[in-house]
Structures are given as C-alpha cells and as structure tokens.
C-alpha cells in the first residue's frame, strides 16, 4: 500500500460533506464551544500559497482544538467588495458581481481541496444583499450615535481611481491600489467619528492576548500625547493684530521648554495663513510655497530623512508669553495642519525637527534645560537635547525640574493642559460603485428649512430600517464621474427619493462604503449568517462571540484590527454586545517568501509557488505539513522547494507502517517505543497549541524512524494513538487509514486527542507555563506525573512568581497537568 493523494483526497472530502462532520451546532451537549478565526480573504480568484500558509496551520490548530474536547467553530467567507473586482470589471467589460461571484465559485473549491474544516453552511458574503442590508444598519447605528457625519476633510485623492482613500490606504505617498501618486484634495466626506473612542481602544489592549508588536502598532496609531495649548499673541510691522488673527495657539508637550521657544512655525495650509495676508509682506513666496505642499502628502512630509523648508512671514511676529520677546513666524511643511493646532512654538535646542531646521535658516537656539545640573554651563550643541533636566535660562523657573515645570510654565501663560490623539477621524465614503450605498439621502427643502434627523446636519435622513436594503442600482458603465461623484449618480431612477421628512424629492446619497466597514463586523455574521431579523441573534451571539482564537496577517494591525475593535465597541456601548474587545486571542503568520528570500511578487512569476500545482504533484496533505514543518509559523521564512518530498515520503511510510501493523496484537510490555509515543503525543499536543508546528512535525517524524526500526513494538493501539495524532496535518490519510485501514466506522476526526500515557513518563520532565492574572510570568520544569499538591507548592516558593504575587494569596491554583498553572488571584 503506498500513499496516494490523488485517490483518497476528494473521495474523503465528499464524504465529509455528505457527513456533515464539519457543520456545527450551537450547542453540544457536555462540549465547550470555542470560535476559531481566519482572516477572510479577498475574492481575487487564486488562492495563493500565502493563503494556504495562513489558512493550513491555521486548520491544524483548529482540528486539535477540536480533538481536545471543544465544540471548535470554523467559519469562511468572501470580503467581496473593494476596488480590485470594480477595475477588472471595467477592464472585461464584465459586471463586477459576475466577476466576483466566478471567483469565488474557483475559491471554494480551492478552500476545500486544502482539507480545511470550515463550516461552509455559515459562509459570508459581503457584497451579498442580505450581507449589506446589516452593514447598512450599522451605518445607521453610527448615524444615531452621532457617530457618522459629513464633514469637510483634506483627504487623499487617488486621481486614477478618482476616490478618496483612507490615510492607511495611502503607502508611501501612492495609492495601495493602483500606485498613483495620491493629492490632497478638501471634500466633504462622510466619517465616523473613531476619535471619540481613542482612549479606550488604547487601554483595552491592556487586557488581550494579542502580540506585543502588533499592540504596540496600534498604540503609535492611537498616538497619545500630552501636553499643553499656549497661545501667543501677533503683531504686523505696526501693530498687535486683534479679532480672530490675534493670536497663534501651539500645541507642545514641552511646555516647560517655553523660555527657550525662538519661532514659531504654522502649516502651510493652516487657515490662519490666508487671513494674515494682507500683513504678510512676502505674500508672493508664501503663496508659492504653500501650492507647492499641497501635492505633497502627509506621509512624505513627515519623512525625518528630508531637508526642512519653509518660508518666514516676513512682516509677522509672535510673543512668547513667557519672556515677551517677539520672534518670527514661518511657514513649513513639517508642521500638519491637521494634528494638534497646526502650529508650533519651535525649541530648536530640544527639538531634533526644529533643531535642524533652525540650523538651514539660521535662527538662534537657545537652551532652556539642562541635564547636569547644577553644572550649568551648557555646551554648544551639535544636536537636540530631547530629555528631562533642570531649567536654566528661563527666569523665576531657573533651577527647577524640567518635568516639575511642565504644569507650572503652562499655568503661569494661561495655557491648558490638554491631551492629543494622533488617531483621525475614519473617512468611509467612496466614490465607487462596488462597494455599499450609505443608506441616506438628502433633502434641499428641508435643508433650506433647517430640518433634518440631526440638528447640526440640515436635510440629512437615514433611510427607513425597513426600506434596508439600499439596493446597488443596475449600471452598465462603473467608471467614476470624472467631477468627483460616484458613478451611483448616473442612475436617475434609483436616485429619487422621498424625503421622509417633507415628503418632497430628495436624492440618495450616491457614495458607497469602504470596503474595511464590510469587514469590520464579519466575525459577527458567521454566528448567525442566515438571520433576516437582525446582524445575528443574541443567543446566537453569546454562545460563540467573541472570537477565542484570530489568525492572520500582521499587515492589518492598524486597519481591520483597529476598525473592529472600534465597531465592537460602539455595538457594545449601544447595547447590542455584551463584551467590548471582538479578538480574544490574536496570531499572526509569518510572510512566506519567495526561494531567493525576497517578496514573492506577481512581477516575478518564477518567484511565485502556485499551490495548485503542488496539490496535484504532492497531495494536499503534503502540502499542508510541508508548510507547517517549513519553519516557526510566525516567523515565516523562504519557500524551499527541496523539502516537500521528505513530507511525501514520510506519509508513504506512516502508509506502509500503518497497513502493516494491522495483524499485531497488543504488546503490553513498556518498551521504548511506547515510552517514545506517549511522549511525542504530549511534545505534538504542546507545540500545537504554542503554533510551533515546525517542532511538532520533526516530533512525529521521530517517532516514524524510530517505528520503522522496530516495527514489532507498536502494536495496534499505538497505530490508533500515532494516527490521531497525525489527524490534524494529514487529514485525508489519516482518514483513509482509520476507516478503510485500522476498519473505524466513524471519522477520525470526530476522536479526541490522546490522553498520553502518563505512568510512561514518570521520570519525564515537561515546561509548564505559569500565568498570572491571565499573563504568562514563568516558566518551570516539572516531572509529568506531578501531583497538583506537589506543583502548587513549587510554583509558589518560585522568587519571580512570589514578585508577582506582592504578599497576596491566590484565590484559585488551576493545574493542567504538563501544560499550564494558571494563578487567579482576584
Ligand atoms: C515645543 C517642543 C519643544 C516640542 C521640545 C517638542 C520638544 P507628539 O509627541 O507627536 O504629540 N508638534 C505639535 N503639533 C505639530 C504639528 N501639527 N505638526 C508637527 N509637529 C507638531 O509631538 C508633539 C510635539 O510635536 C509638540 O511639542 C510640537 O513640538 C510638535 F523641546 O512643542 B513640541
Ligand atoms: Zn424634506
């Protein structure tokens, strides 16, 4: 008997469909459910060898969840919306549904061939009608909350695919979409507002099991500072300016270095500029300058690698209300007109920005904080001095702490503290057909009238729940309109509306959503993806969510990750969820690269690995273990094409091994070999469940070689252990040898993981896992058959865990025995 993919891998794929064993309930009687993620992935047509990276080991963790006991739910579906099917739709002169729709007929099959275990009777759809309808009322949600809103924004503006994209769209200065160099154009646009929830998107990752990069990514997003307003008052060449130009207001979050302030810099497009004109002197270099920032797009203005430019106000001056001395004003294009006020008092001499660009323009720096106090005389500086210290320089604060003064010198010139997000405003509209119309229209009447939903937004109604949803109307021509508006503006008919306030004409908005709205409720979905009452049944939702378990690209941490948090939050606070965090547990694969270790990239075809190919040459089974043993799965690493064969080959022999062992009856004697299974059964369990698949393969091919060496010692119920453990990587094989082999009338992948044989292991060591509070602390090696006695006495005589502890007795001692203590104390 040899293994041979191609004759049992769709034969057992379509008897687990007709089993059903994939599909599941929402309650098993005796079983704890657990909600396992992937990331969706985009309809494009081919799943790539990416995909199966993410999605295989992905399948590997789940199917062992499954075996320890769980009711593991596995959904799939289609983020079918976006700008990609929209494009190809116009370059095919195709519908961008049909489109979508043929790829994702191709993308099911290919899904199935990796013997993966979604519960395809849960499937999502996002462009689907009964999808959108729920995405539409959550707009509506948002809307009601004050949430959503129409507000002039500078945005980026892709002018090849003629629509704004978010700032998280835009990569180095271009398109994410198509590469075009993207503007910045002032719209009005509609947006959540996300900042209201700035602060506790930051907290509450305090309190998840994410990776700590991908935290940490979100709170650089987030952004917190604090710091101060100060305002300065201005004067022309004859006089101190009064009204609204009186004044320039600055946020700092070194208050304490006012004294040493020696300018101040305004955003090119601070609206300020415009306003002082008349008192500007140098008007025509001003103007100059500041068209020339504005093809410029945030991102590149930012960059720390670019000279500093900018152009003084000649004519303006500014007081520093600390001292009272005038100093010049400029405008720069390192300075964003849309963080903090938009303008800066510039300390040149703590400042590495204002540093270098005091040193181009040649204006005076002047040091305010000192680190070696109280040596005061300070060096001439070749650099900022960022850190802390004590004042010099700076009157009655002389001497004092620099941190001390932050409060004190903000106070002293009336300024206020304030905190500062560098999180924006969530801009969702697109001028895009593929995508969800926003459920609202507009009414001139009433807007004349001053009536609307909301009192601040006159004219403004959200479409009636019941009339949900906005149907995407029939085009024959999805090309934008060239001024700007979506093309949902051509359809006349589908644009008239009643107005539900006065009952005149009204017109539907005509922008559709951003495609990460789409996604940032899909996890809710699949919990009851059929429910025409609501986004998903409250039962139904408590009994799955949140998502135990999400695995993914780390390429989302701002967006999608972000975005759901947001979304969850709001449900949450309107009281459609019980918890607010979505992702209990989060991983992220590694990149798998190409052979030469670069990108794999479609502009390199030889550099691609087309995992179709490899299905038909190997068998699925091959693959998805190749991919698990390639490396440690969130590292990722090269694709080498050498090692696939190994996999076969060992498969082949687990093949013969198996069909051999079938006439042997139990050896009861402790051999090494039996010693050798129960401890790889606890290694493969272990690692499976810490994503070191790599680690787990290589133990299980040890126990192959060992096997083959002395075959008469494994016996039949050593066969049955090996082969479930194999379940999770080889599920067709494994399955073939428990029914056809071993003669098993009902699937292997309905056992449970087993139970190693622990009385084998008695002088076995394993590292347990100690968490605190839910946080892992320490680790310790213990003898397997440790009594929970013995383990709670060592672990608690532990110096790091007793640090943790600061005197407290814990309120409970949990023990799995060989894997983790968990220590609870409140
Ligand atoms: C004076 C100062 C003195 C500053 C000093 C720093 C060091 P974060 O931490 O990122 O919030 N800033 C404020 N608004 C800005 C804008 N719109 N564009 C560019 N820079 C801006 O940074 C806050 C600091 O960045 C602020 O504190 C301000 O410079 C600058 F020794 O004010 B600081
Ligand atoms: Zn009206």
Redesign the pocket.
């Given at each position: 008997m040899r293994y041979s993919p191609s004759e049992i891998e769709s034969k057992w794929q379509k008897r687990w469909e007709e089993e059903r064993i994939h599909e599941i309930a929402d309650h098993v009687p005796g079983k704890e459910n657990f909600y396992h993620l992937v990331m969706f992935p985009y309809p494009s047509g081919d799943l790539h060898i990416g995909h199966w990276y993410n999605f295989g080991p992905a399948d590997i963790w789940a199917r062992w969840k499954r075996m320890q006991g769980f009711n593991v739910l596995s959904p799939i579906g289609f983020d079918a919306f976006g700008l990609p099917a929209e494009n190809a739709a116009i370059q095919r002169k195709l519908h961008p549904r049909d489109w979508t729709m043929v790829n994702i007929t191709r993308m099911r099959e290919q899904l199935r061939a990796m013997g993966t275990i979604y519960d395809w009777s849960r499937e999502v759809i996002t462009s689907d009608p009964s999808y959108y309808r729920w995405t539409q009322w959550m707009f509506e949600v948002m809307w009601k909350s004050g949430l959503a809103e129409r507000k002039k924004v500078v945005a980026n503006w892709c002018p090849k695919d003629k629509t704004v994209l978010a700032n998280e769209q835009v990569i180095d200065g271009a398109c994410e979409r198509c590469g075009t160099i993207v503007e910045q154009r002032e719209i009005e646009q509609w947006v959540f507002r996300i900042t209201d929830y700035a602060e506790r998107l930051l907290s509450d990752l305090d309190r998840i099991d994410w990776p700590e990069r991908t935290k940490t990514m979100q709170r650089n997003w987030i952004?917190k500072?604090e710091?101060a307003l100060i305002k300065f008052e201005i004067r022309n060449s004859t006089r101190l300016l009064e009204g609204q130009e009186s004044e320039i207001e600055?946020?700092?979050?070194?208050p304490d270095?006012l004294f040493?302030?020696t300018y101040m810099v305004l955003?090119p497009d601070h609206p300020l500029v415009e306003k002082l004109k008349a008192s500007i002197e140098n008007w025509p270099a001003v103007e100059s300058y500041i068209q020339k920032t504005r093809q410029k797009s945030e991102l590149e203005r930012q960059e720390d690698v670019r000279e500093k430019s900018g152009v003084e106000l000649v004519g303006i001056r500014a007081i520093n209300p600390a001292n009272n001395e005038e100093i010049p004003v400029w405008i720069a294009d390192?300075?964003?007109?849309?963080?903090?006020?938009?303008?800066?008092?510039?300390?040149p001499?703590?400042?590495e920005?204002?540093f270098e660009f005091a040193k181009k323009f040649n204006l005076p720096i002047k040091i305010v904080?000192c680190p070696h106090y109280p040596d005061t005389t300070c060096p001439i500086l070749d650099e900022?001095y960022?850190g802390v210290g004590h004042l010099v320089g700076s009157g009655a604060f002389d001497g004092m702490p620099s941190e001390e003064a932050k409060e004190k010198i903000a106070s002293f010139v009336g300024g206020t503290m304030k905190v500062?997000y560098?999180l924006r405003d969530w801009i969702i509209s697109r001028q895009r057909y593929w995508g969800a119309p926003i459920p609202m229209a507009f009414c001139k009447t009433c807007a004349k009238a001053g009536r609307g939903e909301r009192e601040n937004m006159p004219g403004w109604f959200a479409v009636p729940e019941k009339e949900l949803p906005v149907v995407l109307p029939e085009l024959d021509d999805f090309l934008p309109q060239g001024d700007g508006r979506s093309p949902l503006a051509k359809a006349k008919e589908w644009l008239r509306v009643k107005c539900p306030g006065c009952d005149a004409d009204a017109e539907r908005e005509t922008d559709t959503m951003d495609t990460f709205v789409d996604s940032s409720w899909y996890y809710l979905r699949y919990a009851d993806s059929k429910n025409t009452d609501a986004f998903a049944g409250a039962a139904k939702l408590k009994s799955w969510l949140p998502v135990d378990m999400y695995i993914g690209g780390a390429e989302h941490t701002v967006l999608h990750l972000l975005y759901s948090r947001f979304f969850t939050k709001v449900l949450h606070d309107k009281g459609y969820l019980e918890f607010d965090e979505p992702f209990q547990s989060l991983r992220h694969q590694g990149i798998l690269l190409g052979e030469d270790g670069q990108k794999m990239s479609k502009s390199r075809p030889e550099s691609v690995v087309d995992p179709g190919a490899l299905v038909r040459a190997y068998g699925a089974d091959a693959v998805r273990m190749y991919l698990a043993f390639m490396g440690p799965y969130e590292q990722g690493g090269p694709w080498n094409p050498g090692g696939i064969s190994g996999v076969t080959r060992f498969l082949d022999r687990v093949t013969k091994l198996t069909a051999g062992a079938g006439e042997k009856k139990t050896s009861s004697d402790q051999n090494n070999l039996k010693r050798l299974l129960a401890r790889t059964v606890a290694k493969v369990g272990s690692d499976i469940s810490e994503f070191h698949f790599n680690t787990a393969v290589s133990a299980l091919m040890i126990f192959v070689n060992a096997w083959e060496k002395e075959p008469d010692h494994v016996d039949e119920s050593d066969v049955r252990t090996f082969i479930r453990i194999l379940a999770p990587f080889a599920p067709h094989l494994v399955e073939e040898l428990w029914r056809e082999v071993i003669g098993e009338e009902t699937s292997a992948h309905q056992t449970d993981w087993p139970k190693p044989d622990v009385s084998l292991l008695h002088d076995e060591l394993v590292t347990v896992i100690i968490q605190i509070e839910g946080k892992v602390r320490d680790r310790v090696e213990l003898r397997i058959d440790a009594s929970k006695e013995d383990v709670e006495k060592l672990v608690l005589e532990r110096p790091k865990v007793q640090e943790w502890l600061a005197g407290k007795t814990p309120k409970q001692f949990i023990y799995v025995p060989g894997r983790i203590v968990n220590i609870v104390l409140s």
């Open positions: 952004g500072s710091g600055a946020f700092t979050t070194r270095t040493g302030a955003a390192y300075v964003l007109a849309s963080y903090g006020t938009g303008a800066i008092m510039a300390v001499a703590h400042d920005r204002d904080v900022a960022e500062q560098r």
